[in-house]
């Protein structure tokens, strides 16, 4: 007798498809075994989400039958490519052009990119251009991630402080606004770098971005972001909550969890309002990884050239460093082009190599703060970059 398994010519099931399913799902469970045999109280899990050509993949780990491929989560910092994705539609409509300087008028208008005024009074405004603020290369201060130094010599009520706690230890459902994060880089004239001399990530840099895409366009961040790049690109299951009262994801959603020494904290609530155009991404793996996987091989919203020359154009991150940073696009030495995200009890890592045309999306929705910073970036760089590569090998494999 002749066994023809896996010959789709014939009619038969494609076996490399179970193959391939089976082995990630096998991957990610040593995985998390492995991982929990060191953490016993880990109290969440992993969700995997592979797509390669035409077939997709998902597995999850952890996570019993709660977690599904369209089950929300808080994406965090991979919202960067999606405010990158929105200037970049702009450029290629020629309604604004990266190499302006934020000093410029926007085409057309007399309105220049950022207004004038003391609040929006940034170090080297008149030498900042849209394309260093992508790259993270305008020496922003990041007014989410820095304190303001206590030796500041201007008198502010928050100097020694995060601004955005400060504020929210007061009024935790206050509504932060652009405007208002850029007048605290204003006020302090807080500055990394003149313009273009290095690399600093900085969440406030893209919160001016999500300011210029309100300016040229005439909607909110909001608005222009669901009406022209997300529901355009099927995302119909995601959304940015901009209200500093929206703190409760919409269902179904996995709740997030902080891992003390000796405490768990479930995170069902948060105020994601100061991290809009930066942070403020709810979405799915099913939406987040179609979103990629079309966007980067050059069928979404953005042409195959804009995405190849300007998006993917990346630069060195640090001078021993492989990694790249282009606009709103982390590049990953061997693995691709993609980003990462962390938010209070979830972590997030994407990439999209386009050789293979693979997308991988992974998740967690712990963190791990048993050993403060230390074991949170291992989650990061050790265990979902590991799921990453190895789900890439195991694609490769079959």
């Known amino acids: 007798m002749v066994m023809l398994a896996g010959c789709c010519k014939f009619g038969l099931v494609d076996t490399s498809y179970y193959a391939k399913k089976h082995a990630l799902t096998h991957m990610l469970d040593s995985v998390y075994d492995k991982y929990t045999d060191q953490v ?7 969700v995997l989400k592979v797509i390669e050509g035409g077939e997709a993949y998902f597995t999850t780990a952890g996570m019993g039958n709660s977690a599904t491929a369209q089950t929300r989560f808080r994406a965090a910092s991979c919202t960067k490519t999606f405010t990158a994705t929105a200037i970049l539609l702009l450029h290629q409509q020629g309604k604004l052009h990266i190499t302006d300087r934020v000093t410029d008028t926007i085409p057309g208008t007399n309105e220049t990119y950022l207004p004038d005024g003391p609040g929006f009074a940034i170090p080297y405004k008149e030498q900042i251009t849209i394309r260093d603020l992508l790259r993270h290369r305008a020496g922003v201060f990041d007014v ?13 009520p928050y100097k020694g402080d995060n601004y955005i706690y400060h504020i929210m230890d007061v009024e935790p459902e206050h509504t932060f606004h652009f405007d208002e994060l ?10 990394y770098f003149v313009p273009d001399n290095g690399y600093h990530y900085s969440n406030t840099g893209y919160s001016i971005l999500g300011k210029i895409i309100e300016r040229v366009t005439g909607l909110s961040y909001m608005e222009f972001l669901e009406e022209h790049v997300m529901q355009p690109m099927g995302m119909f299951n995601s959304y940015m909550p901009e209200s500093g009262s929206d703190q409760v994801m919409e269902n179904p959603f996995m709740p997030g969890y902080i891992l003390f020494e000796n405490e768990t904290m479930e995170i069902m609530n948060s105020n994601i309002s100061p ?32 995405v190849n020359s300007l998006m993917m154009n990346c630069l060195p991150v640090g001078n021993l460093s492989a990694s790249g940073y282009g606009c709103g696009l ?28 693979f997308t991988v ?28 590569y190895r789900s890439k090998a195991i694609i490769m494999e079959y």
Not at 144 to 156: C, G, M, Q
Not at 282 to 290: K, Q
Not at 336 to 353: C, M, N, Q
Not at 362 to 386: A, C, H, R
């Open 361 to 388: 999306v992974v998740y967690t929705n712990v963190w791990n703060m048993k050993d403060g910073m230390e074991s949170l970036s291992y989650q990061i760089t050790d265990l979902l970059q590991e799921i990453c």
């Open 275 to 306: 991290y809009v155009a930066e942070g403020n991404l709810v979405t799915t793996p099913n939406d987040l990884s179609r979103f990629y996987q079309k966007l980067l091989s050059g069928n979404g919203v953005l042409s195959h050239f804009t």
């Open 40 to 46: 016993p109280d880990y109290p969440g899990g992993l």
């Open 144 to 156: 989410a991630n820095d304190d303001v130094p206590d030796t500041l010599s201007v008198d502010v």
């Open 182 to 191: 850029i007048n605290v880089v204003a006020e302090t004239g807080l500055s």
């Open 330 to 357: 982390e590049y990953t030495h061997n693995l691709g082009y993609g980003h990462s995200g962390a938010t209070e009890g979830y972590l997030t890592f994407v990439a999209y190599d386009p050789g293979m045309d």
